[in-house]
């Protein structure tokens, strides 16, 4: 086959690739990006990117946006390497350094645990990733941006978290605006509820990673989250804001299972090592800009709290995640009511909301129907482990069923009385302390002020 083509085999085979290689990246003065990767020297994929600027970028803003350039492209590259797992990685430009190259390995590898758990695959994936710092950056510089946010870019994904951090951010009085990568209508929602001004950058896959999946390429979940980050700080390094605020909680550091020596977790570029690893690597590019995640030290259950206090945000927020699938076909307009993402929300949200306003919000009463007793027992890990969707902790969810069987509005829905009679009785105090939830975890990397302001959104 000829070197470069755009064509898959006509049954692609996985095991006959041995390398995955980073080719070039661009950003034009339009903030238009292009990554380019190849397996092996056989099959060339091309992402596009659109980032919003605020005129012309020049010679010089597109110099200084190179750092954050080579890391977008390096973790991007991750949908393409996932088709057929090569086990060497090679690099035509300049190879990631020490900070950069660690959490590329970590999201490479556990960032893959799910895809390689679900595939059935013998282990996880665990390429390497070597080279040396730019010489300008071999002590490891941090970012110039300020401790508390002055400008910040919050990451808007249409759901409950996305709106508390919003407020966190407001409260705060940094400047603040929105970003997110395409406009699905939850987001759209969110945003117009919010009143604030957004960016929007558009992601465009090479449309060969879909014909390779149709030919038998290997696919299934990545590390999006990290993805996003990335997208959301070269943005943000291009419209002159010093912070990426995420909405990641707490909650999205615990894992689903252990496998292959490593604990397994849907939400590992959500998680507070993904975190530390990819801020690590932003200071490392020399880039005047940082992320963080606002609602590190919350419980899912604290957050859903406070949410159920901004009803402006009711009607406008989804979580499903069958909102945001990437094929159409396959792309749900609202709730679906059937994952564990619409049932744990609906459990989270329902100790702090009546029954009559949670089925208007979802479109059914979710805890009346019997049918649905299985789907929420499998939130307190009946099956083993939790669901691998953006579900809180086991122990968020036992206090959740806690507080709904000791509420009257709730205690004689079908599946609540189930749940506080073959569940619960399982699970003895102090597994599942509501208390315990709503305190906050010392373990994040908020600066002081910001912390002030998110004990005062949740009311804690």
Same mark, same amino acid.
């Given at each position: ?165 919003? &407020? ?35 992601? &465009? ?41 995420? *909405? ?121 129907? &019997? ?8 939130? *307190? ?26 509420? &009257? ?52």
């Amino acid at each position: 086959m000829a070197a470069g083509t755009k064509q898959p085999r006509a049954a692609f085979e996985a095991a006959s690739f041995q390398s995955f290689r980073f080719l070039g990246r661009e950003l034009d003065a339009a903030g238009a990006v292009t990554l380019s990767y190849a397996l092996d020297d056989q099959l060339t994929f091309t992402e596009r990117l659109s980032l919003p600027v605020p005129a012309p970028l020049d010679a010089e803003a597109i110099a200084h946006a190179q750092g954050l350039l080579s890391l977008l492209h390096w973790v991007a590259g991750v949908s393409y390497f996932k088709a057929a797992l090569p086990p060497a990685v090679a690099f035509e430009s300049p190879a990631p350094g020490p900070a950069a190259a660690q959490a590329l390995e970590a999201l490479y590898s556990e960032g893959l645990g799910e895809f390689a758990y679900v595939n059935g695959l013998p282990a996880l994936p665990r390429p390497r990733f070597e080279g040396e710092a730019p010489a300008s950056r071999r002590d490891g510089g941090r970012p110039a941006a300020p401790l508390e946010p002055r400008r910040a870019l919050v990451a808007v994904g249409g759901g409950k978290d996305s709106a508390v951090a919003i &407020e966190v951010l407001r409260r705060s009085g940094a400047e603040t605006a929105l970003f997110s990568v395409g406009d699905a209508a939850p987001i759209a929602r969110t945003a117009q509820a919010a009143g604030l001004p957004r960016l929007i950058a558009r992601r &465009e896959l090479d449309p060969l990673l879909f014909e390779c999946n149709a030919a038998g390429a290997i696919n299934g979940h990545v590390p999006i989250t990290a993805i996003v980050t990335c997208i959301a700080l070269l943005t943000a390094a291009l419209n002159g804001f010093d912070t990426v605020a995420m *909405a990641n909680e707490r909650s999205a550091s615990a894992g689903n299972l252990r496998w292959d020596g490593v604990e397994i977790n849907h939400q590992f570029s959500k998680s507070l090592a993904a975190e530390r690893l990819l801020s690590a690597a932003v200071a490392e590019s020399g880039a005047a800009v940082r992320q963080l995640s606002v609602l590190r030290p919350a419980s899912e259950l604290a957050i859903a709290r406070a949410f159920a206090g901004m009803p402006r945000y009711h009607q406008a927020f989804t979580s499903c995640n069958a909102i945001f699938r990437i094929d159409p076909a396959l792309r749900a307009s609202s709730w679906c009511r059937e994952c564990p993402k619409c049932r744990f929300v609906y459990l989270a949200m329902a100790p702090f909301s009546t029954p009559e306003h949670l089925a208007e919000v979802f479109g059914a009463d979710l805890l009346a129907d &019997e049918a649905q007793f299985d789907g929420f027992a499998l939130l *307190a890990a009946t099956g083993g482990h939790k669901p691998f969707e953006c579900v809180g902790e086991e122990q968020e969810s036992l206090a959740a069923m806690r507080l709904l069987a000791a509420d &009257e509005r709730w205690r004689s829905r079908a599946v609540v009385a189930r749940l506080a009679a073959e569940v619960l009785p399982r699970h003895p105090l102090p597994e599942g302390d509501p208390a315990a939830m709503f305190a906050l975890s010392e373990e994040h990397e908020l600066p002081a002020g910001l912390l002030d302001d998110l004990r005062a959104v949740l009311g804690t």
